[in-house]
């Protein structure tokens, strides 16, 4: 059983970076696909970046170009560099298996990042 916890949110200016990381309490070597995921307030939460074990990384159109997923299969972490952050990214982010597994969701990292 892998337990994954989310940390690095906070609170930025639009334009501001910030660093979510996912600590994994076991092994994430053997997940083949990891990624990001965020639910804004009011919305049902949507797919925001993913990376494979062989590195291959994906992102959603609107984080294209401003969101970096990388692993550190050592650290047993995963994380996701944010930069030039607009209003609508604000969102409690969490991290899990692609597709999600639904016994892995954790508590998420808010991001509040205002205009």
């Known amino acids: 059983q892998v337990q994954l916890v989310e940390s690095g949110g906070g609170s930025v200016q639009a334009g501001g970076s910030l660093t979510l990381s996912c600590a994994a309490s076991g092994s994430i070597f053997r997940i083949n696909v990891i990624g990001w995921y965020r639910q804004a307030p009011g919305k049902q939460r949507e797919f925001v970046a993913l990376i494979t074990r062989e590195g291959d990384i994906n992102y959603t159109g609107s984080v294209k170009g401003r969101f970096t997923i990388s692993r550190d299969n050592a650290k047993n972490t995963l994380y996701l560099r944010m930069n030039n952050l607009k209003a609508e990214d604000t969102a409690v982010y969490y991290c899990?298996?692609?597709?999600?597994?639904?016994?892995?969701w954790g508590q998420g990292t808010r991001v509040t990042v205002s205009s």
């Open positions: 899990n298996t692609v597709p999600a597994t639904p016994d892995y």
